[in-house]
Structures are given as C-alpha cells and as structure tokens.
C-alpha cells in the first residue's frame, strides 16, 4: 500500500530554514497526483502549506507562499519543502500527504506520513 | 479568506447520534471534506465531496451539505469514535486549502 514518511531536522533557530523530505513508497510520484505538505501547531488545528506534482507546477497556501519552496525528485520517489525565516510560530508536526484534489476541491488529501515535529527555537 | 466554523467540543452518550457542524458562507456551493484525528495520529478521511464515504469507513458516519452548513452525522457512537474532527474545503477565489478549526468529540 501506499506509505509515506517524513524525514528532517527536529531543531531549527529562528531565522534560519527548516527543510522536511517526504518519502513515497508503494506508488510512483511521476505515476500522478500532487503531493502536499501540511502541518500542525501544538494543540491547534490543520494547516495546508503547499503542493507539488511530479512535473514541478506547485501551488500553495497564500498565507506562506513568500517563505514556502516545495521541489520533487521523482528518481527517488521524494518531494521536499524548504520554510525559510522561521519564528517560533512555526513549530509544528508537519505532514505531508498525497493531494486527490488539487485546485478541484472534488477529493482530499488521502494518505498521510505520520508527521514530524519541528521545533523553532535557539 | 473564506473562513470554517467548527464547535470545539461535542459531547455524546455511547450508542446515540453525533452531529459535527462546519460552517461557511455558501458552503452548500462547495465539496467538503471530513477527517479524523485521533491523538497522536495523522488525520484520516472519513468522508469525502459532502457525502462520499471512503471504503474501510463504516456506514455509520456520514455527511451532508446544504446553504451555509456542513454536517458531519456519527451514528451508534462507540468509544473509539473519540477524537478531533476537521471539515476542509477548497476556496477557490484565494486558491487555498482551509480547514476548520476542529471539533473535539467526547464519548461519554
């Protein structure tokens, strides 16, 4: 079945750039779909950050999208996000997902990874 | 930004009915999508375009959609039922992804 993991530093300082690596097993990236980076504050709710098919075409969450970089290597079957000037505010699980629904809306995000926390702090 | 409006906390007796409710301007003009999280877990999709229940979901949870609410129906709670419920859609005038704020479920 399909899986994914993620993968990165669970410490990042402020300012600097939290970069995250989402693993794909059992499907193939460059088969379709998007793939999607998420994530959760401590106690708080869902947040959608970005998402990328396997072409490279992104989109992602307004809010973030002038600190937000999602890539793909689709010979690895991976896709990562780069968050850069991090604060404290971004500490959070993050996860990423395969996005059914991209700008449709018809379909959700179907599969997630177990999640990572990434801690901002010096 | 188009904003989702979820209780935070619904309380219900083992075995009755639960009812989780999102709203949003003309949400009814919108696809919704329900998921569960349990603590410590990643969210999982229970029901999919207002009413689509993925395979593995039991038959009793269901949705519906209509004018500025979206529902989330939880029949014969049980234990396991127990957890945080998010509604997501898409917007599409800012293009984003929003999710509710979440609705704790309590068995009682």
């Known amino acids: 079945q399909v899986q994914l993991k993620e993968a990165g530093a669970g410490l990042v300082k402020p300012s600097e750039t939290l970069s995250l690596t989402c693993t794909v097993s059992g499907y193939s990236i460059s088969s379709g779909y998007y793939w999607g980076w998420l994530r959760q504050a401590p106690g708080k709710g869902l947040e959608w950050i970005g998402s990328i098919y396997h072409s490279g075409i992104t989109y992602s969450s307004p809010s973030l999208r002038s600190r937000v970089t999602i890539s793909v290597d689709s010979s690895k079957n991976q896709f990562s996000l780069s968050l850069s000037s991090v604060t404290a505010a971004d500490t959070a699980v993050y996860f990423c997902?395969?996005?059914?629904?991209?700008?449709?809306?018809?379909?959700?995000?179907?599969?997630w990874g177990q999640g990572t926390l990434v801690t901002v702090s010096s | 930004s188009y904003v989702l409006t979820q209780p935070p906390s619904v309380s219900v007796a083992p075995g009755q009915t639960a009812s989780v409710t999102c709203g949003g301007t003309n949400i009814g003009s919108k696809s919704v999508h329900w998921y569960q999280q349990r603590p410590g877990q990643a969210p999982v999709v229970v029901v999919y375009?207002?009413?689509v229940r993925p395979s593995g979901i039991p038959e009793r949870f269901s949705g519906s959609n209509s004018g500025n609410t979206a529902t989330l129906t939880i029949s014969r709670v049980a234990a396991g039922d127990e957890a945080d419920y998010y509604c997501?859609?898409?917007?599409?005038?800012?293009?984003?992804?929003?999710f509710g704020g979440g609705t704790k479920l309590t068995v009682l």
């Open positions: 997902a395969r996005d059914q629904g991209a700008m449709r809306g018809t379909d959700p995000f179907d599969m």
């Open positions: 997501q859609v898409w917007d599409r005038n800012s293009e984003d992804w929003v």
């Open positions: 375009d207002d009413t």
